[in-house]
């Protein structure tokens, strides 16, 4: 059956009745994609789009990229294999190059990796298998606000309670730290005090007999929370957390599958510190925009036994091929100084509009994974931060946008954050079109916003 000539309505109609209720993005986003170039896709009815989702932070060099394309050609013409479980091939071993080449020198240099299934999720299962075992210990550390997937020792360690409520028997021994979230601190602060106070906090946890918490296994954290809203972790706390897991030889995991490769002004995030993990989980933007994960870890930590991790589709070499093709454009045309260069010019064009608009709360993010929270100043509030979340606000502006043509995700505390994570080949004239249209989309939402209010008062 053809679906070529059918428009959106007809498909997004017979997606709703044949796909399950979990389905996301198209109750807020709905279109059918006929084709895709760059950053813009276009729906079945002729409209296109600048996709400021990208596959959730996916497709590093955005949609059908030449160099992408033709790697992946070159795979299927020359009758490569496209599935090897774990024995090796050049495909396989050219992206290991291209992976470590991409890495910095100290970590590098005594790195293991270990492929895993497709998706970021089963990269995070793995790391958790891989200090347990290699520690003995079975507590881990995790974070308020973090997102690392959606199997069940990666759900334990999610902040949104609302994906675990209805799930019994998620991992036991998983504790939940304070992450200093500036705008919404957990301690009242914000700023350098917050931070310090969040490490001590830490420090003094695993240091206390009676915390409650057996000798952790690992700790794991995202450099900049993504589905968190865009909260980058100040460089100093990650710079102490490093010290104080590191005096206690606690094997110290990020989460890089949405922030690594360039898409936060470094290659990966956590090079802003300047520190060396133990362990780090990757996918998306590596796999060229197809299924691809690993764990890339010190060689210290190797203790698993054969068939330890394992996963049908860890040998996705057509992955590989487009892996290697995106790793290695990504390094040799500097894209993660890219990524800072128009990062910061976006984010001077989205802090224009939160100067304008009260019902802007924050501006924040690094390179090209920014967050736009939208705040409601007259509700009661006695949570974190000045203001309640205004999930509501947040999803007109999302709906504005579309109807103008621009694509952007929520996320955040009550997903009252509008996210931006273009492909990182994204023109400065470009991130001028998108921020133009997502002020007046926020200047569409608010004025409806506030005429709604003084008509019920």
Request: proline residues 5%; negative net charge.
């Amino acid at each position: 059956m053809t679906y070529l000539n059918r428009g959106n309505e007809a498909l997004l109609e017979q997606q709703a009745v044949r796909e399950s209720n979990a389905r996301t993005y198209p109750r807020h986003l709905p279109l059918a994609i006929r084709e895709a170039s760059g950053v813009t896709v276009t729906d079945m009815d002729g409209t296109e789009y600048y996709d400021c989702l990208a596959g959730a932070g996916t497709l590093a060099l955005g949609h059908n990229h030449p160099r992408v394309v033709e790697a992946m050609e070159r795979a299927l013409e020359a009758d490569r294999p496209v599935h090897t479980l774990d024995i090796t091939a050049p495909a396989k071993e050219r992206f290991v190059d291209s992976l470590f080449e991409s890495l910095p020198d100290e970590f590098a240099e005594s790195a293991k990796v270990q492929f895993c299934s497709p998706a970021g999720t089963d990269a995070v299962e793995a790391a958790l298998k891989l200090v347990k075992t290699a520690t003995g210990n079975r507590s881990v550390l995790g974070f308020q606000g973090a997102y690392h997937g959606m199997t069940s020792g990666a759900l334990s360690l999610m902040g949104d309670t609302d994906a675990k409520e209805p799930l019994p028997g998620l991992a036991n021994d998983v504790h939940h730290l304070p992450y200093p979230y500036d705008y919404r601190c957990p301690f009242g602060e914000g700023g350098e005090a917050g931070h310090r106070i969040a490490s001590r906090y830490v420090e003094n946890l695993l240091d206390d007999p009676e915390s409650g918490i057996t000798e952790p296994a690992g700790v794991i954290l995202e450099p900049v929370q993504g589905e968190a809203g865009a909260v980058p972790a100040p460089d100093e706390w990650l710079r102490e957390i490093r010290r104080i897991t590191r005096e206690r030889d606690i094997p110290l995991i990020l989460d890089e599958i949405q922030a690594g490769l360039g898409r936060t002004g470094e290659t990966y995030a956590f090079e802003h510190a300047g520190i060396t993990p133990d362990v780090v989980t990757l996918s998306k933007a590596i796999g060229g925009g197809l299924p691809l994960a690993v764990v890339v870890y010190d060689e210290s930590l190797d203790a698993w036994e054969p068939g330890a991790h394992a996963g049908t589709f860890r040998g996705n070499q057509l992955a590989m091929a487009a892996g290697e093709a995106t790793v290695d454009y990504v390094l040799e045309n500097d894209l993660d100084d890219h990524a800072a260069a128009v990062g910061a010019r976006l984010r001077e064009h989205l802090e224009s509009t939160a100067e304008r608009f009260d019902e802007v709360g924050d501006v924040r993010g690094r390179g090209l994974m920014l967050g736009v929270e939208f705040v409601d100043e007259g509700a009661d509030w006695q949570g974190a931060g000045p203001h309640a979340p205004d999930s509501d606000l947040a999803e007109a502006v999302q709906s504005e946008c579309f109807d103008r043509g621009l694509i952007v995700e929520l996320g955040g505390r009550d997903s009252a954050t509008a996210r931006f994570l273009p492909p990182l080949i994204i023109t400065e004239q470009q991130v001028d079109d998108v921020a133009a249209i997502f002020d007046e989309a926020v200047a569409a939402a608010v004025r409806e916003q506030r005429r709604t209010r003084e008509v019920s008062a």
